[in-house]
């Protein structure tokens, strides 16, 4: 069911090679133009920003430091097409034009930098603990054991981070048409619904597609070399170098910058437009409101337990083709929105499908891997012996789901069902290509008075939106609290 939509798509695209009907659309060069520069700037931009910062948090000690890394994940929480409409009200209020790709490049580092953070956070904190304090008996500052041991060491988890980025900017649609830059995951939806040209949506659904495998095959390999280098090296925590003064301020300041910009740009915006938070109001909201969360509900439930058979089945089963299996159906996070509404309305359409369904079964391809990431880690931490010692006992595998792995699952389970949910309410290419005639969810009616540059009417669907983001990234504060605090104990 996951792998359905995109074989159909490529299918599509083959028959379309045989016929010469093959097509890019009249705009389809300068579209890949503007998605590999923004790729490529938003990677140079965003990595730059992910990685100092995770070098700071992790491996530098200053007032603050606690509370800045957990406001790093703030990003997670505002979806980038608010942040670049909130810059377009606000730059015209002040005369500044906000527009084009050095604008786009901004937007879209501060919205996925946390990625890199992340990733390059882990790698800092467990990796080369021998080495940085070889390098603090010798008197190396924190600048030279960052630039000669850290920064080698954590590059292929800086390449991964980068990768998801990428994946992130490929499947964008509302930022890049805020800010009018021609991208491939608008090409494809301007194609297909207002061109007539389906053949021209298939042709740059497939680039994108191609583009999207060529990140998911280098984060893969990235992550793979950033766990082998890490069994290389000595483990444990490494050392925290404490900085004072002048030192300390900076590193306050370039770790509080980007989560400032990138929540307090919205905020900015919303506490400016206070006055017209009751005059906003319609009733319209509520029943926007109710789509979204009820949209949000059932893929929580639905992805949740494909996630939750799919990793079952995997630890109980060894075979190789089921790895491979539950591997690819988790590659639906990487297929940007626009590519996979694209290829559901092209299987929906004469099967008759209706589009709520279609939605939901995208919703459920594209975030399976949200909500079976979790479940896999905490699985991998559980013993075989386990498994055993219960079977041992007499009971059948439904009793050892039911008595054992459930309740110890239950955490996971119930976060990366909140991720699923919340990324559900923000996403906007796949809803807003699939979703019935006149069936609007708050991120579409965010989108469209933006677009109609009527901010001031989408502030109570933003700000819900935010509400929620900001519930999802509370989730993941209690397991990145635990890995600060490991680092200070020990210092």
């Given at each position: ?21 093959a097509?890019?659309g009249?705009?389809?060069v300068?579209?890949l133009r ?12 965003g ?9 700071l ?14 406001a ?11 942040l ?10 002040h ?10 490049v ?21 990796c ?14 924190p600048w ?32 890049v ?16 619904q207002m061109?007539?040209?389906p ?6 659904a ?7 495998m060529l ?24 050392p925290a170098?404490?900085?004072?003064g ?12 980007p ?6 740009i ?13 005059a906003?109001w ?5 029943l ?11 893929a ?13 089945a ?8 089921l790895?491979s ?6 590659m639906?996070?990487?297929?940007p929105g ?9 299987l ?8 709520i ?47 054992v792995?459930?309740p110890?699952?239950r ?8 991720l ?7 996403e ?9 005639f ?15 540059e ?14 929620l983001g ?22």
């Amino acid at each position: 069911m996951a792998l359905l939509p995109v074989l159909g798509l490529v299918g599509e695209g083959l028959q379309g090679l045989r016929n010469g009907n093959a097509s890019l659309g009249s705009d389809g060069v300068s579209q890949l133009r503007g998605t590999l520069v923004l790729l490529v700037g938003t990677g140079l931009a965003g990595g730059l920003l992910g990685t100092v910062n995770g070098w700071l948090l992790a491996n530098c000690r200053f007032p603050g430091r606690h509370w800045l890394r957990i406001a790093q994940l703030l990003p997670l929480a505002s979806p980038s097409y608010l942040l670049a409409a909130t810059l377009v009200d606000l730059g015209s209020l002040h005369g500044l034009r906000i527009h084009g790709l050095s604008w786009g490049v901004a937007v879209m580092a501060l919205s996925t930098y946390p990625y890199v953070f992340l990733l390059s956070t882990e790698s800092f904190t467990i990796c080369g603990r021998r080495q940085l304090e070889a390098c603090r008996c010798l008197g190396v500052g924190p600048w030279n054991s960052f630039r000669r041991i850290a920064l080698p060491l954590a590059l292929p988890a800086i390449g991964a981070g980068i990768a998801l980025m990428g994946m992130e900017v490929v499947n964008d649609y509302g930022a890049v048409q805020l800010l009018g830059i021609p991208s491939l995951s608008a090409g494809i939806l301007q194609a297909w619904q207002m061109d007539g040209n389906p053949a021209g949506a298939v042709g740059l659904a497939l680039i994108t597609l191609c583009i999207v495998m060529l990140l998911v095959f280098g984060e893969r390999r990235l992550r793979r070399r950033s766990r082998r280098w890490a069994e290389g090296v000595a483990g444990g925590e490494s050392p925290a170098w404490p900085l004072e003064g002048l030192r300390a301020v900076l590193a306050q300041v370039l770790g509080g910058i980007p989560p400032l910009l990138s929540l307090g740009i919205p905020l900015v915006w919303a506490c400016h437009n206070l006055g017209q938070l009751a005059a906003g109001w319609q009733p319209e909201l509520l029943l926007l409101t109710a789509r979204s969360l009820s949209l949000g509900l059932a893929a929580a439930v639905l992805t949740g337990l494909a996630a939750l058979l799919l990793a079952i089945a995997k630890r109980w089963s060894r075979s190789r083709w089921l790895g491979s299996v539950t591997f690819l159906a988790g590659m639906g996070y990487a297929i940007p929105g626009a590519v996979l509404a694209l290829a559901l309305l092209l299987l929906g359409g004469p099967w008759q499908l209706s589009p709520i369904l279609l939605l939901l079964w995208g919703y459920s391809d594209r975030f399976l891997a949200v909500g079976k990431g979790g479940l896999d880690a905490a699985l991998e931490r559980l013993s075989p012996n386990l498994d055993e010692a219960a079977t041992g006992l007499g009971l059948r595998w439904p009793a050892v789901l039911r008595r054992v792995h459930l309740p110890l699952l239950r955490g996971p389970l119930l976060v990366g069902s909140l991720l699923v949910f919340v990324d559900t309410v923000k996403e906007l290419p796949l809803t807003l290509a699939v979703r019935p005639f006149d069936f609007d969810t708050l991120s579409i009616r965010v989108f469209q008075y933006a677009s109609d540059e009527r901010l001031a009417a989408a502030l109570w669907p933003a700000l819900m939106i935010l509400t929620l983001g900001l519930l999802a990234a509370t989730a993941l504060i209690p397991k990145l609290s635990r890995e600060t605090d490991q680092p200070s104990s020990s210092g």
